[in-house]
């Protein structure tokens, strides 16, 4: 339910109030989220000495890629739920107690809690992360044009909280230890929670209700779901920590791509099948599947961030600063930084390529976007070569993949968001959603995968690591180029679909 008291007030710089409370909750869960990724695979690599769990590389980041693919992947039954059961509002409610719990677990110093903590960050972020941009565009009509300008202002507040979460837990780690950092989490996820609490009053009316809810049994059986599901992730935990179920984190990983790859081509199968679409809508479906393929591989490599660039900057960088020693989590703060700078540049050239009738399509903007990742890869591949020398390599490598990175980021991401709504059957622009949100599960356990190659007692060969992911990254990039200008022709015939549509509905 939209209420129009809030869509209609201004006091936020021409914006509902209720987006700055939005915003701000958003902020500090992004600043506990990243605060805590950034050290995920530096605890788990650590030896039992630096209160570490000693883990291999292999094993810690298959565990990363699992971690970061399961929140973007619980991020589907945390939308349904409230949609069907809480509403929105008490979803991000729940969620960020829950993932504030998760931390707090995690701060424990104690090695049998760790996956626990991670599986409530994990259920959290799925309840909190979908809800909570739900209820930006939830505050604005369909026509009303302040929408983007709102979530400009929503990602800044993401923005400004991983940087946040990367300097203070970060120096936390170095400076108190790795307990303390994810303590630092929790304490800004409970800011977050507090403060949305205490300006509620903001965003009241704006669903708090679930749009479509289960009848009185179907919620009862939710209930009981939801329970049983606890439960038995308890029993698997329990059985874990007691050493009577083993676990390969490398096999386990790889098997859920392919269950997650088979899922993302059925579903996609099955609405190009069985959707009733006319041809320019199958023509549109092809052209999003290749921006699909598009951002899984993109993230494939951006999110080597928190595992093998993590690695990378704790051991074979020189951090040293005069006297003063860099935390390696610091180095990932660049991404966010970057993101604020250039932002607006992309924004003001988007617009004045419109102006100038150029309007390159979304298909040549993402195979753009996931060659010019690939190239920061290049950068790494000679960091690489310092490294096996026997030197350390200098910080400028380590932010020049990430401005590179970032870059790549701004001409894919918010560019293949636009496209899923764009392209999209209208009838199936939710569950394609749905669907798109698997590129970057997938993307994420590839890239746990791959971060698993990188070998500290092989630094010989990490150099064809970073080059194999270039190759890779733009290999996939170069094909795509070369579709875009098919699939460019089926955009537009898409968007012509579509504005005759809208002059009949006139």
């Known amino acids: ?8 007030n201004t006091q936020f710089f021409g914006h509902p109030k209720g987006l700055i409370t939005v915003s701000a909750t958003e902020m500090w869960e992004r600043m506990s989220y990243y605060g805590m990724r950034a050290l995920l695979v530096l605890f788990m690599t650590a030896s039992i000495q630096e209160e570490g769990l000693g883990m291999t590389v292999a094993a810690a980041s298959a565990i990363y890629g699992l971690y970061t693919g399961a929140v973007y992947f619980f991020g589907l039954p945390g939308g349904w739920l409230a949609d069907r059961v809480f509403g929105s509002q008490k979803a991000v409610w729940y969620g960020g107690i829950i993932i504030m719990m998760g931390h707090i677990i995690l701060a424990i110093p104690s090695h049998h809690t760790f996956f626990v903590g991670l599986v409530f960050v994990v259920l959290g972020t799925g309840l909190l992360k979908p809800n909570i941009s739900a209820l930006v565009g939830a505050m604005y009509s369909p026509e009303d044009q302040r929408r983007d300008s709102a979530y400009t202002i929503y990602y800044m507040g993401i923005n400004i909280g991983s940087i946040i979460g990367y300097m203070v837990c970060g120096w936390l780690q170095v400076s108190m230890g790795y307990h303390w950092a994810f303590g630092a989490a929790a304490v800004g996820m409970g800011l977050g929670l507090i ?39 308890v029993v698997v935990g329990g059985l874990l920590m007691t050493g009577n179920l083993s676990f390969d984190p490398t096999f386990v990983a790889q098997n859920v791509a392919v269950i997650i790859g ?26 999003l599947f290749l921006i699909c393929i598009a951002s899984i591989c993109f993230w494939a490599g951006f999110e ?24 390696p989590a610091w180095f990932q703060s660049a991404n966010s930084f970057f993101i604020i ?9 988007w617009m004045a390529l419109g ?11 993402c195979a753009l976007g996931l060659i010019i990742m690939g190239t920061g890869f290049i950068v790494m591949f000679f960091a690489a070569q310092v490294a096996a020398s026997g030197l350390k390599a200098a910080p400028y490598f380590l932010v020049s993949t990430y401005f590179l990175h970032t870059v790549g980021e701004l001409f894919l991401s918010p560019v293949a968001l636009s496209a899923v709504s764009k392209l999209s059957p209208k009838r199936f622009a939710g569950q394609m959603f749905g669907v798109f949100i698997l590129t970057y599960a997938m993307g994420s356990i590839v890239a746990g995968l791959f971060a698993g190659r990188f070998d500290p007692e092989a630094i010989d060969q990490m150099p064809s690591l970073f080059l194999q992911i270039f190759l890779f990254s733009s290999a996939v990039g170069l ?3 070369a579709l875009s200008f098919a699939s460019g022709k089926w955009e537009k015939l898409a968007e012509s679909q579509q504005a005759t549509q809208g002059e009949n509905a006139s």
């Not at 102006?355 to 903007?365: A, C, G, T, V």
């Open 262 to 287: 088979l899922v993302f081509l059925g579903y996609f199968g099955y609405i190009y099948v069985t959707g009733n679409l006319d041809y320019a809508e199958k023509r549109s479906m092809w052209a």
């Open 304 to 327: 080597q961030a928190g595992s093998s660039l993590n690695l990378f900057g704790r051991d074979y960088t020189d951090r040293m600063l005069g006297t003063f020693e860099i935390p």
């Open 195 to 233: 403060y949305y609490r205490l300006s509620s009053a903001n965003i009241e009316g704006i669903l708090d209700k679930p749009n479509q809810p289960l009848s009185a049994t179907a919620t009862r059986n939710v209930y009981i779901t939801i329970v049983a599901f606890l439960a038995l992730t």
């Open 341 to 349: 700078v250039l932002s607006p540049f992309f924004a003001y050239m």
């Open 1 to 8: 339910m939209n209420n129009n008291s809030n869509s209609n």
């Open 479 to 481: 094909v795509l180029f």
């Open 355 to 365: 102006k100038r009738m150029i309007e390159p399509s979304y298909s040549l903007k």
